[in-house]
Nanobody
Framework: QVQLVESGGGLVQAGGSLRLSCAASGSTFSRNAMGWYRQAPGKQRELVADISTVGSTNYANSVKGRFTISRDNAKNAIYLQMNSLKPEDTAVYFC?????????????WGRGTQVTVSS
C-alpha cells in the first residue's frame, strides 16, 4: 500500500512557474514507477509525466520542454517543475504510483492539488 500527498499547487499568472511535490509513504516507494496526472473541468484525466524506478521519464506532448518530473528515493518524494505555464494547464494535479505495461498505469492516487493559471 502506498499513500500519496501532494502539495505546491496554487494560483499563478501565465508564463510563471510552480513546483508540485508529492510525499509517499511505504517502504516500497523506490520500486514504484511514479506519475503525475491532471484533470481539468469537463475534460478527461490526462497523464502529464511519468518516471521509472531508474529515472527514465516520459511527457505528454502538451508539456514537453516546459515540465520536468523528478524523484528523490531517499526522501520518498517526486516533484513536477512546471515552467512557462499556460491557462490551459489549469487543472487538479494528481500524484500516482504504479508501473508499466506498454505505457504507464497508476495503482495508487493522491487526492490532488489545484493549479490555476490566469491569463
Amino acid at each position: 500500500q502506498v499513500q500519496l500527498v501532494e502539495s505546491g499547487g496554487g494560483l499563478v499568472q501565465a508564463g510563471g512557474s510552480l513546483r508540485l511535490s508529492c510525499a509517499a509513504s511505504g517502504s516500497t516507494f523506490s520500486r514504484n514507477a511514479m506519475g503525475w496526472y491532471r484533470q481539468a473541468p469537463g475534460k478527461q484525466r490526462e497523464l502529464v509525466a511519468d518516471i521509472s524506478t531508474v529515472g527514465s521519464t516520459n511527457y505528454a506532448n502538451s508539456v514537453k520542454g516546459r515540465f520536468t518530473i523528478s524523484r528523490d528515493n531517499a526522501k520518498n518524494a517526486i516533484y513536477l517543475q512546471m515552467n512557462s505555464l499556460k491557462p490551459e494547464d489549469t487543472a487538479v494535479y494528481f500524484c500516482t504510483a504504479g508501473g508499466y505495461s506498454g505505457r504507464y498505469y497508476a495503482n495508487y492516487w493522491g487526492r490532488g492539488t489545484q493549479v490555476t493559471v490566469s491569463s
